[in-house]
C-alpha cells in the first residue's frame, strides 16, 4: 500500500482512504453504489464494460469482483437495505464470459449490445480524444442504446475507471475485503 487505509469510525469495509479526504472518499463510494444500484444495463453489458476497464487499469481487485456475489455482500457489509436494481438485467456473467472480455473483438460469447459497452469502455479508457467524432461508433451505439442507457454506460465506465485506477495507483487491490479469483492473473 501506499498510503494506509484507514477505517473511518463504525466501519470494517472501506476501501477508499476516507480518513484523509471523507467527503471525497464518501462521494465516490456513493457513486460507485450508484452505478450498481441505479443501472438499467443487463449484467452483461455493465460487467463486459465494467471487466475490460479492470484489466485496462491493472486492478487486481477490479478483476476479481464478481456482480452475482460482491455487490450483494458489500450491500450487506454497509448495512444497506437498498437493493441493487437487478429486474430485467439478466443472468450475471459466468467465468467464461469474464475470460472472453480478453478476446471481446472476436469471442462469439457476445451479443452486439455487449461488445459495443465493451468498446465505449475501451475507447473512453484508452482514446478518449477522438471519440466525440468518430460518427460511426456514435451511430452504431445510438443504434443499440437509448440516450439513457448511454448516459447510464457513461457513468458508469467512468466511475469504474477512477475507482479502479484509485485502487490499483495506491497499491491498495489487496485491502479489499473482493480478494481476485485465478481469472484476474489470466
Not at 444495463?41 to 485496462?56: D, N, P, Q, V
Request: glycine residues 4%.
Amino acid at each position: 500500500m501506499r498510503i494506509p487505509v484507514l477505517q473511518p469510525p463504525g466501519r470494517q469495509d472501506a476501501i477508499i482512504p476516507h480518513v484523509y479526504r471523507p467527503r471525497m472518499a464518501a462521494a465516490m463510494e456513493a457513486l460507485s453504489m450508484a452505478v450498481y444500484q441505479e443501472t438499467t444495463l443487463s449484467f452483461r453489458e455493465a460487467e463486459g464494460a465494467r471487466f475490460r476497464i479492470a484489466l485496462i487499469n491493472g486492478c487486481l481487485m477490479c478483476q476479481g469482483y464478481r456482480i452475482a456475489a460482491d455487490l450483494q455482500q458489500a450491500l450487506q457489509a454497509m448495512d444497506s437495505d437498498e437493493a441493487p436494481n437487478s429486474a430485467g438485467r439478466g443472468e450475471a456473467p459466468t467465468e467464461d464470459y469474464y475470460r472472453a472480455v480478453h478476446n471481446w473483438r472476436t469471442d462469439p460469447i457476445f451479443t452486439d449490445r455487449e461488445r459495443l459497452a465493451i468498446d465505449y469502455a475501451d475507447r473512453i479508457a484508452l482514446s478518449p480524444q477522438p471519440l466525440p467524432y468518430d460518427d460511426a461508433f456514435w451511430d452504431a451505439l445510438k443504434a443499440a442504446y437509448d440516450d439513457g442507457e448511454i448516459a447510464d454506460l457513461t457513468y458508469s465506465i467512468n466511475t469504474w475507471i477512477a475507482t479502479g485506477r484509485i485502487v490499483h495507483v495506491l497499491d491498495l487491490d489487496g485491502a479489499c475485503a473482493v480478494h481476485p479469483t485465478a481469472i484476474a492473473a489470466e
